[in-house]
């Protein structure tokens, strides 16, 4: 069937990161099935429409999900791009109920979207002034409420967890004396007081703001973005079928440890000490692990958010799927 195409040309309003080589990690045919389970503004999927694949898209967020039911693909007889308003870690269950059991790719990026950093009044930057919200979803518990209610020790905790915070301690006991907050600037603000910042004294030494841990660690507790991460690689794991390629590319070292140690063992096939009696090998989820792929120089010049980006993917084996969905 020949794409329906639009009388405008698709301009995404952010560049995604490594787009070339998730594609070629992909490695879309005519006809494939993928799943981008963080549409975004789209940039994966629209490669792989182009390249002839059907993409199921994913996405909490409704503004993304709002931007890509204009996209054309949806309107054709089948859709080519099907819009999944839910959590990526709910793959499972929503491809069935769309009537597919197996599919030949998944591609995730991880972590917040520039279309979302880049809104003030999604609370997630201190850029400029805005609510201090940074819900992917725009529903549940904000950061504010997170912050404004919480025990000190809590907030402590997923400052030195999600944030690698080392003063974690100092920092959510300003917090706690300066509640309640309730916008981007008063947080950032908290925090630089807290340790000592100022941004006009910055120096070779602290090149980063100290806000950037705080913020990350969060977003990261409220929208739980680990726990999600490592729900939707096992879900990934249920829907690919043997051959099928995941490509999951990351923005910090905690999700990069996650997807790094969780295809460690997934191409692992267990076996034993040849001092003790032979035992059943398990067969290996995954092959053809990539090592860690970086963005180019070039590319860093022309989207500084690809400076931290890391690829890793895999190939699917005919394995059985270690968990239950």
Same mark, same amino acid.
């Given at each position: 069937?020949?794409?329906?195409?639009?009388?405008?040309?698709?301009?995404? &309003?952010?560049?995604?990161?490594?787009? %070339?080589?998730?594609?070629?990690?992909?490695?879309?045919?005519?006809?494939?099935?993928?799943? %981008?389970?963080?549409? =975004?503004?789209?940039?994966?999927?629209?490669?792989?429409?182009?390249?002839?694949?059907?993409?199921?898209?994913?996405?909490?967020?409704? %503004?993304?999900?709002?931007?890509?039911?204009?996209?054309?693909?949806?309107?054709?007889?089948?859709?080519?791009?099907?819009?999944? &308003?839910?959590?990526?870690?709910?793959? +499972?269950? *929503?491809?069935?109920?769309?009537?597919?059991?197996?599919?030949?790719? +998944?591609?995730?990026?991880?972590?917040?979207?520039?279309?979302?950093?880049?809104?003030?009044?999604?609370? @997630? #930057?201190?850029?400029?002034?805005?609510?201090?919200?940074?819900?992917?979803?725009?529903?549940?518990?904000? *950061?504010?409420?997170? !912050?404004?209610?919480?025990?000190?020790?809590?907030?402590?905790?997923? !400052?030195?967890?999600?944030?690698?915070?080392?003063?974690?301690?100092?920092?959510?006991?300003?917090?706690?004396?300066?509640?309640?907050?309730?916008?981007?600037?008063?947080?950032?603000?908290?925090?630089?007081?807290?340790?000592?910042?100022?941004?006009?004294?910055?120096?070779?030494?602290?090149?980063?703001?100290?806000?950037?841990?705080? @913020?990350?660690?969060?977003?990261?507790?409220?929208?739980?973005?680990?726990?999600?991460?490592?729900? =939707?690689?096992?879900?990934?794991?249920?829907?690919? =079928?043997?051959?099928?390629?995941?490509?999951?590319?990351?923005?910090?070292?905690?999700?990069?440890?996650?997807?790094?140690?969780?295809?460690?063992?997934?191409?692992?096939?267990?076996?034993?000490?040849?001092?003790?009696?032979?035992?059943?090998? #398990?067969?290996?989820?995954? $092959?053809?692990?990539?090592?860690?792929?970086?963005?180019?120089?070039?590319?860093?010049?022309?989207? &500084?958010? #690809?400076?931290?980006?890391?690829?890793?993917?895999?190939?699917? $084996?005919?394995?059985?799927?270690? +968990?239950?969905?």
């Amino acid at each position: 069937m020949t794409p329906a195409t639009s009388t405008e040309p698709f301009v995404p &309003p952010h560049i995604p990161v490594l787009l %070339d080589e998730v594609v070629a990690a992909l490695a879309p045919q005519q006809g494939d099935v993928i799943i %981008d389970a963080t549409f =975004g503004a789209g940039g994966y999927t629209r490669a792989l429409l182009d390249a002839g694949a059907t993409v199921h898209a994913f996405d909490r967020d409704p %503004d993304a999900i709002a931007s890509g039911a204009k996209w054309p693909e949806t309107k054709e007889e089948p859709p080519r791009l099907v819009l999944h &308003p839910r959590r990526f870690s709910e793959m +499972v269950a *929503a491809m069935a109920e769309a009537g597919v059991s197996r599919v030949d790719g +998944v591609t995730m990026d991880i972590g917040v979207s520039s279309m979302q950093l880049d809104q003030a009044d999604r609370g @997630f #930057a201190f850029s400029s002034d805005g609510p201090l919200d940074m819900r992917m979803s725009q529903d549940g518990e904000s *950061a504010a409420d997170f !912050l404004n209610t919480a025990e000190e020790s809590t907030i402590a905790d997923v !400052l030195y967890q999600y944030g690698e915070e080392r003063q974690s301690r100092r920092v959510a006991r300003a917090i706690v004396a300066a509640r309640p907050l309730s916008t981007t600037g008063d947080l950032a603000r908290v925090v630089r007081k807290a340790l000592g910042y100022r941004a006009d004294a910055q120096s070779k030494r602290a090149p980063k703001d100290p806000a950037t841990r705080s @913020f990350q660690a969060v977003r990261i507790h409220v929208n739980a973005e680990l726990e999600e991460l490592r729900e =939707g690689l096992t879900a990934a794991e249920h829907l690919l =079928g043997d051959g099928g390629r995941l490509a999951v590319v990351s923005f910090h070292s905690l999700e990069d440890r996650i997807v790094k140690r969780y295809l460690k063992d997934a191409s692992s096939t267990g076996g034993g000490s040849r001092y003790l009696p032979e035992v059943e090998r #398990a067969p290996a989820i995954y $092959t053809k692990i990539s090592k860690a792929i970086k963005a180019s120089d070039n590319e860093v010049n022309d989207n &500084p958010r #690809a400076r931290s980006a890391v690829l890793r993917h895999a190939i699917r $084996t005919d394995a059985k799927a270690r +968990v239950a969905a």
